[in-house]
């Protein structure tokens, strides 16, 4: 998984939040949107060692959704090989343990062992310059 700290950081411009709002410095870069393919995501590592914290990144057209990488039923992650948590045949995000699948716009299991829970959101933007951001207190 990539380290968005080991990405370099320019300017901080405007940035663009799913529901058209701006903010300026709204935090490290992750990648840009380009790197993730509509209808896909790809996955971070935030730190390093035993604070380290998986979180993932999912695409759908010019929006994108973060969330933690931890299934609410086990806490395992999603992915089931590197960068892979969307079903390609439903576009939902699937739990490669049990086989949960969670809506992309909120995280909301539709079906699985964990039905009616979600995924922990992991808030990001998209700046002017077509960078994914997450966004940090």
């Known amino acids: ?42 996955g971070f590592t935030l730190g390093r060692g035993p604070e380290a914290r998986e979180i ?15 299934c609410p039923h086990l806490g395992t992650p999603l992915d089931w090989q590197s960068d892979r948590f969307i079903l390609d045949d439903s576009g939902l995000i699937m739990c490669a343990t049990h086989g949960a699948l969670f809506q992309i716009a909120d995280g909301f299991c539709v079906d699985g062992p964990c039905v009616g829970q979600n995924l922990e959101p992991a808030p990001v933007v998209i700046d002017g310059d077509g960078r994914v951001r997450l966004v940090e207190d």
């Open 56 to 70: 993932f990144v999912v695409r759908e057209g010019a929006r994108v959704f973060g969330y933690v990488n931890s």
């Open 1 to 42: 998984m990539k380290r968005p700290e080991d990405a370099p950081d320019a300017a901080a411009g405007p940035e663009k939040t799913g529901i058209g709002e701006a903010r300026v410095g709204a935090g490290r870069v992750l990648c840009r949107l380009d790197d993730i393919e509509d209808g896909q995501g790809k």
